[in-house]
């Protein structure tokens, strides 16, 4: 009903079904019981948690899997990607950081008379999002946009070492290219890695630029997981004198860290990162 002294609200519902879309409902309503659920959940188990046949949802988990926003587990159980992660990373949260983070890396490239960047996970690569270049004539600079391999670079490191194991093993499984073997993470890496957490950073040899130290640190969410790391690739000056050594850079780089990661939520007193 609605005469002139009916309650407006009264009819949302009915304005709301008005131009439902029920295969995009359906799909939706899958994601979201998966953000909740650890370990991923059977076709028939999605079923009952939605109040549906399993016949119906057949289709469309086939459809979120080719798509990249579902992944099989465990056989037969299905689980959410991190590809609208890394969508939201690339959209304005991304943005945000970068913003926030900006004046913090140009006085850091101040104080170590080095390049920095800072580096976020998107669906199997680490990019780089913002970059600032050394002030001095001599600097390693690598374009913004960049996609850089995780199990070889210090940023690389540090994101997977600041994650959780579950979001982990997703992050190795999107390196996989479509259609190749899935890709596993050598074991001597999955030792480095907890090696880096326990420091609170990466310093390693660059394995592409030769004389070239990569030194990265986290930045980190409320949670105390990577959401960001903050890398100087330290380029010793033989012919500067006074310049930083690349200790006192990498001191700079983990205080730079830690002030970034207090804009996100993080508690210094309760965090990881050493």
Known sequence: MSGKGADPLSTKPAEEDR??????????????????????????????????SPNEFYRMLDRLMRRGYVTKTDGD??????????????????????????????????????????????????????????PGYWGISIRVGSHI??????????????????TREMMVAETTPPGAPPRAMPAELADRLEQVRRDGFERMDSLQTVG?????????????????????????????????????VLADLRDAARVLSGFTGWNAATGPQG
């Open 19 to 52: 131009y439902r879309a029920p295969a995009l409902d359906k799909g939706l309503d899958i994601l979201e019981l998966l953000s909740g659920i650890e370990g991923g959940l059977t076709q028939a188990e999605i079923a009952k948690a939605l109040g549906r």
């Open 77 to 134: 159980r299905y689980a959410l990607t991190l590809k609208m992660f890394g969508l939201a990373q690339l959209h304005a949260p991304t943005r945000r950081l970068a913003s926030f983070a900006t004046p913090r890396m140009r006085e850091l490239a101040t104080r170590t008379q080095q390049a920095n960047q800072l580096v976020v996970f998107d669906r199997g690569a680490a990019v780089v999002v913002a970059q600032q270049e050394a």
């Open 149 to 166: 391999d995780l199990f070889d670079t210090g940023s690389g490191h540090v994101l997977l070492a600041f994650a959780t194991q579950e």
């Open 212 to 248: 070239v130290v990569n030194l990265s640190a986290p930045i980190l969410g409320a949670d105390g997981h990577a959401i960001a790391a903050l890398t100087v690739p330290y380029l010793p000056q033989v012919d500067a004198e006074g310049t930083p050594g690349v200790d006192e």
